[in-house]
């Protein structure tokens, strides 16, 4: 009888040694921001979750947006024991419309016995920040020019500037709220200038 168990047992250990699992393990791409584009990266981590060598394009990793058409690819490395893969798709993901998308990536192997962890699935946003706008300020020469401060229609986010006209008294250019400065006009006429602001979400 005991001959018998452990017969048993070594077959169970066997078994679990040769049990093979991909393990779609996280996602670097896409993320939320604006202005994305028609040909964003789809990227995810694909690990070899078990002590089997797992051949090149025996793995099939696919992806959908918003539940359309599958884009389907085949991982072309081999994956060691534990080894895992930073895998982007040939085919770009287009999200260049602004909204709300929900990525989903699985992977299938013939022979995976663990599938609680073959699907990763994550929301994009593509956004279109709405700036306050700003009035318009007019000074007279070695004035002082008060401070602008930014907001928008989302949070966490960082303001680029520039200015056309630096005589004025202001850099050409800046990141963050418009600073307090001096205002310069030795010319007798009225110069203008004009600060565009560009906000972008912080990476």
């Known amino acids: 009888m005991k001959k018998y168990l452990l017969l048993i047992l070594?077959?169970?250990?066997?078994?679990?040694?040769?049990?093979?699992?991909?393990?779609?393990?996280?996602?670097f791409s896409p993320n939320s921001g604006i202005q994305l584009s028609?040909?964003?990266?789809?990227?995810?981590?694909?690990?070899?979750?078990?002590?089997v060598f797992m051949s090149a394009n025996t793995i099939q990793v696919n992806y959908t947006i918003n539940g359309g058409a599958t884009i389907s690819q085949m991982l072309s490395s081999n994956l060691t024991p534990g080894a895992s893969w930073n895998f982007t798709f040939s085919a770009?993901?287009?999200?260049?419309?602004?909204?709300?998308?929900?990525?989903?990536?699985?992977?299938?192997?013939?022979?995976?016995?663990?599938?609680?962890?073959?699907?990763?699935?994550?929301?994009?946003q593509n956004d279109c920040i709405v700036m306050n706008q700003p009035q318009n300020i007019i000074v007279d020469h070695n004035a002082t020019v008060p401070a602008v401060n930014y907001t928008s229609s989302a949070n966490g986010v960082s303001y680029f500037w520039t200015n056309t006209n630096p005589a004025i008294g202001l850099s050409s250019s800046g990141?963050?709220?418009?600073?307090?400065?001096?205002?310069?006009?030795?010319?007798?006429?009225p110069v203008t200038s004009t600060i565009t602001v560009t906000p972008k979400y912080n990476v």
């Open 10 to 27: 070594l077959s169970f250990i066997a078994n679990l040694a040769l049990a093979q699992d991909v393990w779609l393990q996280n996602h």
């Open 92 to 124: 770009k993901a287009d999200l260049s419309v602004y909204g709300t998308y929900v990525i989903k990536v699985w992977v299938v192997r013939a022979g995976d016995v663990n599938h609680l962890n073959d699907t990763l699935e994550w929301t994009v």
């Open 175 to 189: 990141i963050g709220n418009l600073p307090s400065f001096t205002a310069i006009n030795k010319r007798g006429i």
């Open 38 to 51: 028609g040909l964003e990266n789809v990227t995810v981590l694909v690990n070899n979750n078990s002590g």
